[in-house]
Structures are given as C-alpha cells and as structure tokens.
C-alpha cells in the first residue's frame, strides 16, 4: 500500500525536505506550504481539498479555487489523484451533484462518508477506479468499536466472497498500523509524522534532537506496515469489542 503523509511538516523547510524525500505526500489545498519541496522530492503525491478541516472550522470550500489548483498540477508525474470536493455531514444527493461537476481529465476521487449508505458506496465502487473512506458522523473517531462495526458492514458489502474489494480503497485519516493491518487499502493517509515530529514527550529520554528526525521515526515505523491483502470477514467480531 501507499503510505501518504500529510502536509505542512513544521520546522525548517530542510528539515522538511529531508522527510518528504523519496516519500508520499498529502497536500491539503488550505495548506500549500510545502507542495515545492513535495513536487520535487516526493515519489507521488495526492491533493485534499481540505473540506474536513474547513467543516470542523464552519468555513467555506472555494470548490472553483480547488479546480484550477488541480488543474495547475494534474499534468507532473508525481501527481496521483485528488479528492473530489464533498460536504462532510451533506446529503446524498449533495454529494453526488459534485461529483457529477468534476472535470474527469483530473484523476478525481470520491468520498464514501461512513454516515451514508451502503448502497451509495456499492455504486462508487462500480463508478469509480479508486473511492476513499471518511470517517463522520457518529462514526467520525476511527479506531473506536462502533466506527469498527460500520467499517465491517462496509468492507462486507463492498468486497466478494474472497474478500477482495471491488475497486481500490483509500483510508482517510487512517494511517495507523493498527487499523490498515486489517484493511485491504491500496493507501491511506494521517498528518501524525508532521504533527508530532514537534513532540519530545512522546519518545522519552532518546528522543531524536530535531522535529524532523523524530518525523522520520514516526513515519519509518509506519511504513514497516502494510495493508491487508485481503478483507477477513471474523475481522468484524475481533475489532467491533
């Protein structure tokens, strides 16, 4: 799987650098900071349109601005996909009406919200070459037993009898070991390197002496981790305790 870490990474732009070097970036449209050093040190890169942080903060997604953005950038090989603009806690029909305005020559890909249907996410999966997961609604704390009781119904209905899943999947926010070991993603993505890089606590009394080496740490012991090939149906009564 891809490992995908989120971007601005803090400290200085070298130290920055050297974690993006040969690494997989996120780059949320509210935060370009870093898509220089991305662009050019990183194997691949996706772009977020940042509507999570814009809902959590009650603002507005300039959905044109997002486009252009993309549209800048869709052409350098790095690039992989973007997500396509969504309304966290919308309807449905909201949903679908900006996927339907998506210029298709830009690699976009939807968002399955865990509060809305199976049925919807079945469709996306039929539609689209990649769908990403988003955690939302009463379901918004990935990891928690009721967020692994949905995600079990979900990954039930969307893969076969063998467990494989009916286009490639993406994790939004889950790249923790803990939870992709049991997922068959082809990527996920968390900001956790770029943020708690800036965090001694963490490590104790050997902790690395600068933010960017303690994002290395963080982000080399992710990496060691892959994604399960395949979805095991008893994943459900294991995790949903």
């Known amino acids: 799987m891809i490992h995908y870490h989120g971007t601005p990474v803090g400290g200085k732009r070298e130290d920055a650098a050297k974690f993006l070097a040969g ?70 029909t909201a949903n ?13 890909v939807p968002v399955w919200h865990l509060h809305e249907s199976i049925e919807r996410l079945q469709r996306l999966a039929s539609q689209w070459p990649t769908v990403a997961f988003g955690s939302s609604g009463q379901w918004r704390s990935p990891g928690t037993a009721a ?35 049991h997922l068959p993603f082809a990527s996920a993505d968390s900001t956790n390197a ?5 965090s001694i606590s963490r490590f104790g009394m050997y902790a690395p ?12 012991r992710i990496e060691v981790h892959n994604s399960a090939p395949v979805w095991h149906r008893e994943t459900q009564a294991e995790m949903a305790i």
Request: negative net charge; charged residues 25%.
């Open 23 to 92: 690494r997989h970036a996120l780059v949320p449209f509210p935060r370009q900071d870093d898509i220089g050093i991305v662009a050019e040190v990183c194997q691949s890169f996706v772009f977020d349109n940042g509507a999570f942080s814009i809902w959590t903060k009650g603002g507005t997604l300039d959905v044109d601005g997002y486009i252009r953005w993309v549209e800048d950038w869709h052409r350098h090989p790095g690039f992989d996909w973007a997500l396509i603009p969504d309304v966290i806690e919308g309807d449905e």
């Open 96 to 108: 679908d009406a900006l996927l339907s305005a998506w210029p298709k020559e830009l690699r976009g």
């Open 147 to 181: 967020w692994w009781k949905r995600m079990s119904t979900a990954m039930n209905a969307v893969c076969d009898d063998k467990g494989r899943p009916a286009c490639k999947l993406h994790g939004l926010r889950m790249l923790d070991p803990a939870i992709f070991q």
């Open 194 to 198: 770029a943020v708690n890089g800036g």
């Open 209 to 220: 002496p600068t933010a960017g080496q303690r994002a290395n740490v963080i982000a080399d």
